[in-house]
Nanobody
């Protein structure tokens, strides 16, 4: 089936940068959009950024001007460049993809999720 594999999380000091990557693989026919959510301890999961197959992007207000989402459609991969990181950016970051997958005769469109990668901003 479909797998989303994330990488790039870690520990960084305030003001630092990290780049997250997420590659989707499997019996994929079309990717409509990809994005990132995050969940901090004790908080609900929130949308961070999305990018459509056409390149349209959307960001939560708290990361605008600091984070940049991009994608490589040929590789079904999405990236999140995070600059000027703050303590409040600490969370588990989850990649997601809205795509269609299956066989030539049977395919379905749904959202898939990665396993999550930890980002910790600490001095």
């Amino acid at each position: 089936q479909v797998q989303l594999v994330e990488s790039g999380g870690g520990l960084v000091q305030p003001g630092g940068s990290l780049r997250l990557s997420c590659a989707a693989s499997g019996s994929i026919f079309s990717v409509y959009a990809m994005g990132w959510h995050r969940q901090a301890p004790g908080k609900q999961r929130e949308l961070v950024a999305t990018i459509s197959s056409g390149g349209s992007t959307n960001y939560v207000d708290s990361v605008k001007g600091r984070f940049t989402i991009s994608s490589d459609n040929a590789k079904n991969t999405v990236y999140l460049q995070m600059n000027q990181l703050k303590f409040e950016d600490t969370a588990v970051y989850y990649c997601n993809a809205d795509l269609s997958a299956g066989t030539v005769s049977v395919r379905a469109r749904q959202r898939y999720w990665g396993q999550g990668t930890q980002v910790t901003v600490s001095s």
